[in-house]
């Protein structure tokens, strides 16, 4: 199994500008989430998925959106990217059930800066 | 939004010395998770508590979810320099069993 993989590992974007951060898992994994962290803190939840068609928004939705209409894929959307949204973004995946098996496996991250 | 306190912020050791972190919280949470994160790599889980007073090992790390359920703690015995890194600890509250909130972190230095 590849895990989580999270596809670009950077990207420079001008104000204005939308692009897709890219999140595929191989694990047929329910959850699926997205987080951002900022420098010096902690991860905050951006969007997740519980299943293929579901989706809600975390604490952080604002000027983001998701899809999810496969289980394997959960992919974050930027219409119009703000310097606020410069940032590491986290996508990770977890299998039903609540034991240390079933925790929130993470991606790499996608460091992403707006100028 | 809600918040994690985790402390320290940073520590700088020795390697063989021991380590010790918490994370509290004014609200009750059912589970309790430790991460370690690399630079340039995701979190990696440690250690997951789901119940209060549990006291669980992961070789030469500890961690105990608190009687209380607002705090809980991370040791780390004879410290090595692959312990470098940043520790967070994350809550997950009852009924909001997908919504993980994440302490700031500790950045963990190792002399050797």
């Known amino acids: 199994n590849a895990g989580v993989t999270q596809t670009p590992k950077f990207r420079i974007l001008k104000i204005g500008q939308s692009m897709t951060l890219q999140c595929t898992q191989d694990?047929?994994?329910?959850?699926m989430y997205w987080y951002r962290q900022d420098p010096g803190m902690g991860l905050k939840l951006i969007y997740y998925?519980?299943?293929?068609?579901?989706?809600d928004k975390g604490e952080v939705p604002n000027g983001y959106n998701v899809s999810r209409s496969t289980t394997e894929d959960f992919p974050l959307r930027l219409e119009l990217a703000a310097p606020s949204q410069t940032s590491v973004y986290f996508c990770?995946?977890?299998?039903?059930?609540?034991?240390?098996?079933?925790?929130?496996?993470f991606g790499p991250g996608t460091r992403l800066t707006v100028l | 939004g809600q918040q994690l306190n985790q402390s320290p912020q940073s520590m700088f050791i020795q390697e063989g010395e021991d380590v010790s972190m918490n994370c509290t919280s004014s609200?009750?949470?059912?589970?309790w998770l430790w991460y370690k994160q690399d630079p340039g790599e995701g979190p990696v889980l440690l250690i997951a508590?789901?119940?209060?007073?549990e006291l669980t090992s992961n070789g030469r790390l500890t961690a105990q979810f608190g009687i209380t359920r607002k705090d809980s703690f991370l040791n780390i015995s004879a410290s090595i320099p692959s312990d470098v890194g940043i520790y967070f600890c994350?809550?997950?509250?009852?009924?909001?069993?997908?919504?993980?909130?994440f302490g700031k972190g500790t950045k963990l230095t190792v002399n050797p």
């Open positions: 990770a995946s977890r299998p039903a059930g609540l034991d240390q098996a079933n925790e929130q496996f």
């Open positions: 694990m047929n994994h329910n959850y």
């Open positions: 998925s519980v299943g293929a068609g579901i989706t």
């Open positions: 609200s009750i949470f059912n589970t």
């Open positions: 508590l789901y119940k209060a007073g």
């Open positions: 994350a809550g997950r509250k009852q009924g909001g069993s997908e919504k993980l909130v």
